[in-house]
């Protein structure tokens, strides 16, 4: 291609980038719960082999758009990270969902409450069986809520993943991908992730 042309294309390519770019809508989402009861098992399905069509489901919930497809829907569009910071995390659906994108090569990060990472019905277990790099803080109540997809969505509210939260408690999640407010949890995660560093154990010290 001689260099006129091959200068053209790239101003072109350039100037579409620029569009796309701006038409891009921004994400900007308020989910209430408890959910509307839907069907999640086609959705993961998906999740779990995509491009194949996934089998009829047989569960008798509607298959409809709810706060909590929605949600999943979110979290399963990570491509490079998940960092997760939670109090509570129960709910099975979103165990399994975090365990896809493990299997689909997402760099995924849990931090956790000491005293509920062992609660019945804990997804905690599950996580680190299947090789998830898992941290708990030592003192007082790890009490966040939050997620962020690839670094750019920020996913919280007053939700703990667990079942409980999502059929039956009035609470609230807020997605956005504004910069100003992912980077401040960002950078939040990553200070909480050093500080729960098992090096940094108290029982694990070698002054003692």
């Known amino acids: ?21 701006r038409r891009r ?18 959705l993961l399905a998906e999740a779990a082999q995509p491009g194949v069509p996934a089998r009829p489901c047989l ?19 990570a491509r490079r990270s998940l960092d997760v910071c939670l109090f509570a995390f129960s709910c099975p659906q979103l165990g399994y969902a975090v ?16 005293l509920n990472m062992g609660s019945g019905g804990s997804q905690i277990g599950f996580l680190r069986r ?3 790099q898992v941290r708990h803080n030592q003192d007082g109540y790890m009490h966040h809520k939050f997620a962020i997809v690839d670094g750019t969505l920020l996913i919280t509210g007053s939700l703990n993943w667990t079942t409980q939260a999502v ?14 407010f992912v980077k401040p ?10 500080e729960c560093n098992p090096v940094n154990y108290s029982f694990l010290s070698k002054d003692k």
């Not at 091959?6 to 770019?21: E, F, M, T």
């Not at 308020?30 to 839907?38: G, I, K, R, T």
């Not at 365990?99 to 000491?114: I, S």
């Not at 960002?186 to 909480?192: L, P, T, V």
């Open 1 to 21: 291609m001689r260099p006129g042309l091959a200068l053209a294309a790239g101003l072109a390519l350039a100037v579409a980038l620029a569009v796309w770019r």
């Open 59 to 77: 569960c008798p919930l509607p298959r409809r758009d709810s706060s909590f497809t929605r949600l999943l829907r979110h979290l399963l569009g």
């Open 25 to 42: 809508r921004p994400v900007r989402e308020v989910l209430f719960f408890p959910s509307q009861p839907s069907c999640t098992e086609e």
């Open 185 to 194: 949890f960002q950078d939040e995660f990553e200070r909480i992730w050093e």
């Open 99 to 114: 365990q896809l994108l493990h299997r689909r090569g997402v760099r995924v990060r849990v931090v956790t409450d000491e």
């Open 130 to 132: 299947a090789g998830i």
């Open 167 to 180: 059929q039956n408690n009035w609470e609230n999640v807020l997605v956005v991908d504004d910069v100003k």
